[in-house]
């Protein structure tokens, strides 16, 4: 196999396998996660057909007007639900804005489950009907996939297998399709997304139509992300590093501009953000702080997190 970024494990061992493979993928994905934070996932559960649906009803959404597509746009929402025209978000160190536009689709809850207010309603698209119906489709699969590598995370952790079970059931996760379009002009200062870190607890990307992912390992040097076949990548977001003291990594990661030859070729992404219920409490296991790891975080709920972190990168007022 040629070199990788980053590890790449089987989750397969961990839903299927015998007490030993699962013993063994919960330590290869704990070494990864502590070490750089990122991982590719083979045998992941999401299928091929509607990873491939979705990215084809992307592609068409954001191929309408800006016109149609801005009808799409839900103010006082914080882009949670629906379209984020071209050049709003940034990343929360920059003023600038990154090269994208995105559409979102969120949890969606039984009524009578959760205050109504948490959940605000899915956006339809009249232009294209089956795009809301495949992303929630695909939402509901990334979460059970999901679940699993939090189980795993939760054992590597000590906390069992079920600590954040209740704590996603019904969470805040979001599914994002973001269009980096073509560039046509020298980019002021912005690449497609400045460098960052995720808010979440984990991400989970099912690849990306162009390249330019890259990630900043310990040693302070960018490595590209080229996911293959099949493949999908998963990073520590801020939240589990947080809730972990530092001992997780929630790592630093961009996505460039292509080479000025390829500045035609627009980029479509699909990450899922796995989020918590905004009454989690962030603060520090208690057993992740020691003499030599101090404690880094005041207490924090998730919601609150979640609502400081909207408003450093420009979605929240």
């Not at 991982?39 to 509607?50: E, F, M, R, Y």
């Not at 800006?66 to 025209?85: F, M, N, W």
């Not at 969470?171 to 399709?177: E, F, T, V």
């Not at 390249?211 to 590209?224: P, R, S, Y």
């Amino acid at each position: 196999m040629k070199n990788r970024a980053i590890p790449l494990v089987d989750l397969a061992k961990f839903t299927h396998g015998t007490p030993e493979q699962r013993t063994e993928f919960v330590a290869e994905l704990g070494k990864a996660f502590h070490e750089i934070g990122f991982v590719g996932v083979i045998n992941h559960g999401i299928p091929k057909q509607l990873i491939d649906d979705f990215y084809r009803s992307s592609r068409a959404f954001f191929d309408l007007s800006d016109e149609v597509k801005r009808k799409y746009e839900v103010p006082g929402l914080a882009g949670q639900r629906g379209y984020t025209s071209f050049g709003k978000e940034h990343a929360k160190q920059s003023k600038v804005a990154d090269l994208k536009e995105f559409f979102q689709i969120g949890q969606e809850a039984a009524v009578g489950e959760v205050p109504a207010e948490h959940y605000p309603p899915n956006v339809e698209v009249a232009e294209q009907p089956e795009f809301l119906r495949l992303g929630k489709e695909l939402y509901r699969s990334l979460e059970k996939s999901g679940g699993q590598l939090l189980k795993a995370i939760s054992i590597h952790l000590g906390l069992g297998d079920s600590y954040f079970e209740k704590h996603i059931h019904l969470g805040n996760s979001i599914l994002r399709a973001i269009f980096y379009p073509p560039i046509t002009q020298e980019p002021a200062s912005a690449i497609r997304a400045e460098q960052h870190e995720d808010i979440n607890l984990i991400t989970l990307l099912v690849g990306a139509s162009a390249g330019g992912l890259q990630v900043l390992t310990m040693d302070n040097e960018w490595l590209e992300v080229v996911p293959e076949q099949d493949e999908i990548v998963i990073n520590v977001g801020d939240m589990l590093q947080r809730l972990t003291n530092n001992y997780l990594k929630s790592t630093t990661h961009r996505v460039v501009n292509p080479p000025r030859a390829e500045w035609h070729t627009p980029r479509l992404s699909i990450p899922f953000f796995l989020h918590p219920r905004s009454d989690m409490d962030l603060s520090c296991l208690p057993s992740t702080v020691t003499a030599e790891d101090p404690l880094a975080y005041e207490p924090i709920t998730a919601g609150e997190y979640l609502n400081e972190r909207l408003r450093e990168i420009g979605l929240k007022k």
